[in-house]
């Protein structure tokens, strides 16, 4: 079982210009893109959008893992996400934890 610590670890420990390739490899094999973009609203919100909205919160990667896992509804709107059964929950935690990182780092 992976620590925010761990996580993060990991991240900051590949070096920061391939966190965002890594991590976006891993939304794109877990499905996460079919419905994500980095920086645009299509189905879901944008990952910048989520990043701003969970910046600082207390407990934010457990918090988003879990409602990626079990599935989420009217947060952002009336469409569902159904729950992601086929990624693996370390997997989720990572694409999250570079979401979260993404919005604590200055925007270009
Ligand atoms: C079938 C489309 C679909 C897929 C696949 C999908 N999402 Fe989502 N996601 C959505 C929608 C729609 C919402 C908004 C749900 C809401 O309003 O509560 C959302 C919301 C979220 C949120 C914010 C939840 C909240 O409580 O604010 C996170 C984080 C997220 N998705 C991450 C992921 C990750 C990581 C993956 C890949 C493992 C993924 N999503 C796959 C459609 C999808």
């Not at 976006?24 to 189905?43: F, G, L, T, Y």
């Amino acid at each position: 079982m992976l620590t925010t610590k761990h996580v993060l670890l990991v991240l900051i420990t590949i070096s920061l210009g391939h966190v965002a390739s890594a991590a976006e490899d891993i939304a794109k094999k877990s499905n996460c893109m079919a419905c994500h973009a980095v920086d645009k609203k299509a189905i879901g919100p944008s990952f910048n959008d989520i990043g701003r909205k969970y910046q600082g919160a207390p407990q934010a990667l457990e918090y988003l893992a879990k409602k990626t896992v079990e599935g989420s509804i009217g947060v952002w709107g009336a469409i569902p996400m159904p729950p992601s059964k086929a990624a693996k929950p370390d997997d989720i935690k990572a694409v999250i934890a570079w979401i979260l990182l993404k919005s604590e780092l200055p925007q270009p």
